[in-house]
């Protein structure tokens, strides 16, 4: 009996360690993001929210020199290593608002799709050809496929390659729910697959 109470008190005391780290872990995070950013832009404010699939994200709001605000969110686990890289996270974090401003008049969040059919529209609407767009402007005049795909573990994708290189990997894919996130995050989801393709083009040789 004593020994199945003190089991109960070390898991209950390693839960709530974890917990308590976890919470240090926010904190520390957010503030840094706040100081990285401060040292680029003048009123800041942040706060931690919890999405379902991805868990704590960092919401961002700067204020240019027309007082306009704009808007922006980071995932935990991408501030963390930039944090721990040795790199200037705030060059990196301070990008995406000097990206957002060169639209004047300030850039809230996006409101979230209130139902399957308006999320589908955005997708088929907005993020598909947006994704489309910037991945052939990137890369012309060069041929790139890009367009939506089906993957048995990840459903819905979204696909772009080169058609050029005939051996070896030549694709890069992300769950469509993913860029689409990206997108209600005032992230440009094109990023990601901009990325993925010039990392295959780094595979290759080609750059």
Request: hydrophobic content about 40%; charged content about 25%; overall charge negative.
């Amino acid at each position: 009996m004593n020994n199945k109470t003190s089991n109960e008190e070390v898991n209950n005391n390693q839960e709530t360690n974890s917990e308590e780290n976890r919470v240090e872990l926010l904190k520390a995070v957010h503030h840094n993001g706040i100081v990285s950013l401060k040292r680029h832009f003048s009123e800041v404010q942040g706060q931690v929210l919890n999405l379902d699939a991805y868990g704590p994200v960092f919401v961002y709001h700067v204020k240019d020199d027309s007082n306009d605000v704009y808007s922006c969110v980071f995932f935990l686990r991408e501030l963390v290593a930039r944090f721990q890289s040795g790199k200037d996270p705030a060059i990196w974090m301070a990008s995406f608002f000097i990206e957002l401003m060169k639209n004047k008049g300030g850039k809230s969040l996006p409101k979230p799709a209130s139902s399957e059919d308006e999320a589908k529209a955005i997708i088929d609407k907005v993020l598909v050809p947006k994704c489309i767009e910037e991945v052939r402007q990137e890369f012309a005049p060069e041929e790139v496929h890009a367009g939506l795909g089906w993957n048995q573990e990840l459903g819905p994708i979204f696909e772009a390659g080169f058609p050029a290189i005939k051996e070896g990997n030549n694709v890069c894919a992300f769950p469509l729910h993913l860029l689409f996130t990206h997108l209600q995050l005032n992230r440009d989801p094109s990023e990601l697959l901009l990325q993925g393709l010039y990392k295959i083009r780094k595979e290759h040789g080609m750059d």
